[in-house]
Nanobody, 115 residues
């Protein structure tokens, strides 16, 4: 059974930092494209950053220069380092894994940026 479990969310002031983690079980991370998505209240789910099997990474323009996605395949863990957080970054953040026809989602972790 595949499980993706996010952690590290919380309440932070504007300008602050958080590091999200996604621990996976039941899959081999190195075989999957991994990504972080987020969904703000009343909005659709959007791609924040992705990490390919070949090590390439991509970040949405809205987070470029502030967020960094990384992965530790040996630990089956995906990370999202978030710096200089803004109120508009407030959302539920989801871990995502895909390979061929298989897609898996975590349950999400809330990130709230507020003074």
């Amino acid at each position: 059974q595949v499980q993706l479990v996010e952690s590290g969310g919380g309440l932070v002031q504007p300008g602050g930092s958080l590091r999200l983690s996604c621990a996976g079980s039941g899959i081999l991370f190195s075989s999957y494209t991994m990504a972080w998505y987020r969904q703000a209240p009343g909005k659709g789910r959007e791609l924040v950053a992705s990490s390919g099997r070949d090590g390439t990474t991509n970040h949405a323009d809205s987070v470029k220069g502030r967020f960094t996605i990384s992965r530790d395949n040996a630990r089956n863990t995906l990370y999202l380092q978030m710096n200089t957080l803004k109120p508009e970054d407030t959302a539920v953040y989801y871990c995502y894994a895909s390979r061929w026809n298989a897609i898996y989602w975590g349950q999400g972790t809330q990130v709230t940026v507020s003074a």
